[in-house]
């Protein structure tokens, strides 16, 4: 007898599963159910479309070889479609749901044996004044994508703001003003720019590139209004500044889309609302499967249930779904969690990372340090190369490996490094031995002989054993401004003719301790004065340190990533 599935949601997760479910049983009867009038689009290429990098809306819902995934694409492979339709009840005990034409009015009850839900997620805009005015707007969805590219052609958007700084609103900021050249602002609530996800040293570095291309970020800022005129925004109003705008588009996050699954009596994972599933990605009840961004799924790392927004994982995830309502027992394939592994490309910049930043993993209670590091991201004497950030965070006492984030112009070379670290903290526990001794591919093309990876690895192994006492580029920096109320004195590691350099700019403040001098120049470092260390990286700075330390000088602190973090974070001395 051939089993009746039934998909609500049509975007990531939805087409997956059922196209997989087709597969291995032809015979069932799948039904998939969407509200919008397009579906199985790729939505996390619309700051790319609307950029204009991609020429056409069709081409996020194309396959690899070009054909459109329409309705009747999905009918052909025998997925009955019904695009524009809403799921509006899921009765479990009769095992029905109930579905609405949104063009006709029409209902109907369908059965099912099993069903799955792939609703995603929804947006979260602030109820603030004036958010129904003209031109403001979202990026969720194809419709927003034409009408943001279509006002940006225009040409009457000549300022634009941005209202949230994670991922897509990085995106769209840099999709308006370098493609557009449209004046635009970035606001965001929080103190950082992508919270949550990059420690506060590496999202100043990720803001400088912003504010280098013209971008101005206002972080730990409430929007309190939009104001308009004539019906349409033309000014944004937060608790600091009045801003122009001719357009604004929110990207202030998302909700798991739960209201079906807590209506039909679904257990819910209490802080995030999103749908509770077990690593067969079936809910409470076992003849309804979820995945997406509608559900809460074990991280890891902490062991809690996160929410994570990724097309990438909810095509895994759909994969799994597929399989088991595909077969008998619903149990083929399991999917046992993610450790919350991204990336994003900037302007000059790229950021990737994955697990926890320093911020959240001290927030879920572990005793955790961080260690960074700037490295080139192939051999040194190779012509084409990258200086590239990491920083890795680890539990001091059982040194295990907690994230690993990084930012370098070369965005490939870094999401290499990054996605090694998440296989890693994906199927164990490792320390940062493990990472120090790490088998990652070696030519001078791609790497240097000591990668990045292990070379972060052993920074922190160095703070552990005690023998280097660090500091981050972001501290460093807020020393150097606070020089006339502080005691530091400031000793530069670089060769001589960089050092005087700077040594000359601040007479008496900066002091040039090149590493071939500190014999020579050691009677001339204070021994009742704390002592910060910079170099060009950090790493001449550390062998000062050392010897330092073995001549009794120990209020020390060497500046991680030295000069190259402070630039990258706008402290160009």
């Known amino acids: 007898m051939s089993r009746n599935v039934i998909v609500i949601g049509g975007v990531a997760l939805g087409p997956k599963a ?3 479910l087709k597969r291995l049983d032809p015979t069932a009867n ?8 397009n579906i199985s689009f790729g939505g996390c290429g619309i700051p790319y479309y609307v950029s204009g990098e991609i020429n056409s809306l069709d081409a996020l819902r194309s396959t690899t070889y070009g054909t459109v995934r329409t309705p009747e694409y999905f009918e052909h492979k025998g997925v009955h479609t019904l695009n524009q339709t809403r799921v509006t009840a899921i009765d479990r005990a009769a095992k029905t749901v109930t579905a609405k034409n949104l063009v006709t009015g029409e209902e109907k009850t369908l059965p099912y044996d099993r069903l799955i839900i792939a609703t995603g997620s929804t947006p979260k805009v602030p109820p603030v004044e004036g958010r129904d005015l003209k031109n403001v707007g979202g990026a969720n969805n194809l419709e927003d994508a034409d009408a943001l590219r279509k006002a940006c052609a225009s040409g009457s958007v000549q300022n634009a703001v941005v209202i949230g700084a994670g991922f897509i609103g990085m995106e769209i900021a840099v999709a308006l ?4 050249d449209i004046k635009t602002s970035v606001v965001e609530f929080m103190p950082q720019a992508m919270p949550g996800v990059m420690s506060a040293s590496l999202s100043d570095m990720v803001r400088h590139d912003l504010e280098e291309h013209n971008v101005d970020v206002y972080t730990g800022e409430k929007v309190q209004r939009l104001e308009g005129e004539n019906g349409v925004v033309a000014r944004v109003v937060t608790d600091k500044r009045t801003l122009d705008a001719d357009l604004v588009i929110f990207a ?3 909700a798991p889309n739960t209201a079906l699954a807590r209506a039909a009596g679904l257990d819910l994972e209490e802080r995030t609302g999103a749908i509770l599933v077990n690593e067969y990605m079936q809910t409470s009840d076992p003849d309804i499967y979820a995945g ?6 074990p991280n890891l790392i902490t062991g809690k249930p996160f929410v994570l927004a990724l097309g990438s994982l909810a095509n895994r995830q759909g994969r799994v779904i597929g399989t088991n309502a595909a077969s008998d027992d619903g149990k083929a394939a399991a999917f046992h969690g993610a450790v919350g592994t991204w990336c994003v490309k900037i302007f000059k910049m790229s950021a990737c990372g994955t697990g926890l930043t320093i911020e959240r993993a001290k927030a879920f209670g572990f005793d955790a340090i961080s260690a960074s590091l700037e490295q080139l991201d192939r051999a040194h004497f190779y012509p084409e190369k990258h200086m590239m950030t990491l920083e890795l965070v680890v539990e001091r006492g059982t040194r295990r490996v907690l994230g690993i984030q990084g930012v370098c112009e070369d965005g490939d070379a870094l ?17 940062i031995d493990d990472l120090a001794n790490a088998e990652i591919a070696y030519a001078p093309p791609f790497a240097s002989a000591m990668d990045a990876v292990n070379a972060v690895a052993n920074v922190a192994d160095n703070i552990l054993s005690g023998q280097l006492k660090p500091i981050s580029s972001k501290e460093f920096g807020e020393l150097w401004k606070d020089r006339a109320n502080n005691n530091v004195f400031f000793a530069d590691a670089r060769p001589a003719v960089a050092g005087n350099a700077t040594a000359a700019k601040y007479p008496g403040e900066w002091h040039a301790i090149a590493l071939e001098d500190i014999e020579a120049k050691f009677d001339s470092i204070p ?7 910079v170099c060009n990286t950090g790493l001449r700075s550390y062998e000062v340190m050392l010897y330092l330390h073995n001549h009794g000088v120990t209020d020390v602190v060497n500046a991680l990533g030295g000069m190259q973090a402070l630039i990258k974070r706008g402290d160009n001395m």
């Not at 799948?30 to 009038?37: C, K, Q």
């Not at 021994?527 to 260390?533: E, M, Q, T």
């Open 18 to 20: 059922a196209s997989r």
């Open 30 to 37: 799948v039904t998939m159910i969407d509200e919008n009038i």
């Open 177 to 180: 003003a370098d493609m557009w």
């Open 252 to 254: 202030t996050g998302f």
């Open 292 to 297: 997406g961004d509608c559900v809460a799924i």
């Open 415 to 431: 999401k290499a490094r990054i996605d090694a670290v998440a296989t890693m903290l994906q199927f164990g526990k490792p320390t």
């Open 527 to 533: 021994k009742d004065r704390p002592v910060a260390l």
